[in-house]
């Protein structure tokens, strides 16, 4: 199948691209940055040479992209608890994704598939088989929840629209140094010594992709799956790192009442600080953890024969591509074989 993939220099793009070129799909990019694309995929072992030089912003570059494709990923976006990027979000993440679900939806591609995230469907008092919209009002998780509503219009009116749902997304080959493994980086490191009480779907980069490639079913019609994962809290967390590293990790975890205004004071100090520099201890993170919300990952179980990898194996790749990325020197690793 032809398939366009936008944003897939991203983390999770870029693993996609990976996983459906090698499942014998013909990928197409959208990038700003040509130049990006092989820093992303080389790790990966992956080349792919139809590349759309142009920006999911702009129509004209998404009408091109799509041209010839039968199938479209859309995975392109600015994730980031930084409010510091709350404007950019807003108007990012919503518009591509009016964009390229609409216009793939008149091209008549099938599927069309939206990267989501749990974090879209996250709420106090859990979720339900229909996967109601979240209840978070932060600028990251409400340009998902906008983002979402938009595919469940289409795929209302009969549109073969896919929603994927990633959690929390760790693992290895990052390209971007994004929130999730930059936090874990600092907790290696021994500096982030406290955590919300309550806990958060997380996932493995190469389980979501594996997802969201085994998507690219034409003529089944809209569907939604939420990706594999863990339930995760503070106490699986650090005590993972300290079985794999044999290093200890003292911690604190305190009630999310707690930690959110301090979450927000921080976030009020880095709004005077150049963006480069962000201590990853965000209000929104610590409002999604504290709603503690569990999900029904079944559907990618029983249709594709997906199941989540094991937890310490994901912490356990991450901390070795830290320490292989020089992000991280190997003495943090600790016990834990990184050559």
């Not at 919503?94 to 939206?114: F, I, M, S, W």
């Amino acid at each position: 199948m032809k398939v366009l993939v936008t944003g897939g220099t991203g983390f999770v793009g870029a693993h996609t691209v990976a996983a459906a070129a090698r499942a014998g799909h013909d990928v197409r990019l959208l990038v700003r940055r040509p130049e990006q694309v092989d820093v992303s995929l080389a790790p990966l072992g992956v080349q792919v040479r139809d590349i759309v030089v142009g920006d999911a912003l702009d129509e004209q570059a998404v009408t091109r992209a799509l041209d010839g494709c039968e199938s479209v990923v859309h995975a392109a976006g600015v994730f980031s608890f930084d409010t510091r990027r709350a404007a950019e979000m807003r108007q990012t993440n919503l518009r591509t994704t009016e964009l390229v679900l609409r216009q793939a939806v008149a091209q008549g591609l099938d599927p069309v598939v939206h990267v989501s995230s749990t974090v879209a469907l996250t709420r106090y008092g859990g979720t339900a088989a229909l996967l109601p919209l979240g209840d978070i009002e932060l600028p990251y998780t409400q340009s998902k929840i906008d983002s979402e509503r938009v595919a469940r219009t289409l795929a209302a009116a009969g549109a073969p629209v896919v929603s994927a749902y990633p959690g929390g997304v760790y693992g290895p080959d990052d390209p971007y140094r994004g929130d999730q493994d930059e936090r874990l980086r600092w907790i290696l490191l021994g500096r982030f010594p406290l955590w919300p009480s309550g806990g958060l779907h997380v996932v493995d980069v190469r389980d979501a992709a594996a997802v969201i490639t085994a998507t690219l079913q034409p003529g089944r019609g809209p569907r939604r799956y939420v990706v594999p994962g863990h339930h995760v809290d503070g106490a699986l967390l650090y005590r993972t790192f300290a079985q794999l590293t044999g290093r200890r990790f003292p911690h604190l975890v305190l009630p999310g009442s707690v930690l959110g205004p301090a979450t927000q004071l921080i976030d009020t100090l880095q709004r005077r600080l150049p963006q480069r520099w962000h201590y990853p201890a965000d209000r929104e993170g610590t409002e999604i953890i504290r709603r503690n919300t569990r999900f029904d990952v079944t559907a990618a179980g029983e249709e594709f024969g997906i199941q989540a990898r094991p937890f310490a194996d994901t912490i356990a790749d991450t901390i070795r591509w830290l320490v292989r990325s020089g992000r991280v020197p190997a003495r943090y690793a600790g016990r834990l074989d990184t050559a």
